[in-house]
DNA sequence: TTATAGATTGCCT
DNA sequence: GGCAATCTATAAT
């Protein structure tokens, strides 16, 4: 197995800024970013190759369409904070807020490419390890219920929490890596508003979920 | 108070 | 390819 390109040393934390903007750019700017879990003694790192943008207004899609409530105050509060939210009885999604305090939008991060803590990832996922293929791999963080799962995700542990400060045990940073290639389809899995085209990708990764590899 | 759909996954045929 | 699992929010009685 190829070892990822990954340092941890390079890491640097993304400050809130970088969130405060239209949810569609924040999503394109986040592909390549680290998502950073800690765990005990342990750091659990992957790298984001799918999200979507999730809009606060015209957007059927978004859970902010009805207005706030108090599952969704995330989304509108301040921009770089913690959206989790169960889905279907059996899994939990997690999104970034963004825009400014009172204005909706936000992020959901789709798939990460493992590159720290894969062992421990697979542990949280109830997998027999060690990895030995590509799909193996796959398996760890590739789709929304997933990668929540990998990095032990819970809306009850995470829910508001900051991914910008430096005190939280689960952060975005960066490392210098930039996509050669973005690609931007059409939503999954919804079925309001499932034409616009809000997803972006890193195109030819192969931890990007679906059948396809 | 009861019914139903949902930003998914994994197991079964 | 089909569908069950199983919690939450919201719509319909």
């Known amino acids: 197995m190829p ?11 993304i400050p809130r800024e970088f969130y405060n903007r239209d949810p569609r750019r924040v999503a394109r700017a986040l592909l390549g970013k680290v998502l950073v879990r800690r765990q005990g003694e342990s750091l659990l790192a992957g790298r984001i190759v799918e999200v979507e943008a999730y809009l606060g207004a015209g957007d059927a899609a978004a859970h ?3 207005g706030r409530t108090p599952r969704n105050s995330v989304l509108f509060g301040p921009p770089g904070y913690v959206y989790v939210y169960f889905i279907y009885g059996n899994h939990y999604c997690f999104n970034i807020s963004c825009l400014p305090d009172g204005e909706a939008g936000g992020v959901l991060l789709r798939a990460l490419e493992p590159l720290a803590g894969i062992d421990e990832m697979m542990k949280n996922r109830g997998m027999a390890g060690p990895a030995t293929n590509l799909q193996a791999l796959r398996m760890i963080s590739s789709g929304p219920g997933r990668l929540a799962e990998a990095l032990g995700i819970t809306r009850e542990r995470d829910n508001g929490k900051d991914v910008t400060s430096p005190a939280s045990d689960l952060v975005v940073m960066e490392d210098g890596f930039r996509p050669k290639k973005v690609a931007i389809t059409a939503r999954i899995g919804i079925t309001k508003s499932a034409d616009e085209l809000l997803r972006y990708v890193i195109a030819g990764n192969g931890f990007v979920s679906g059948k396809r590899a």
């Open 64 to 66: 902010s369409a009805a």
């Open 3 to 13: 070892q990822p390109e990954f340092d941890a040393a390079k890491l640097k934390l």
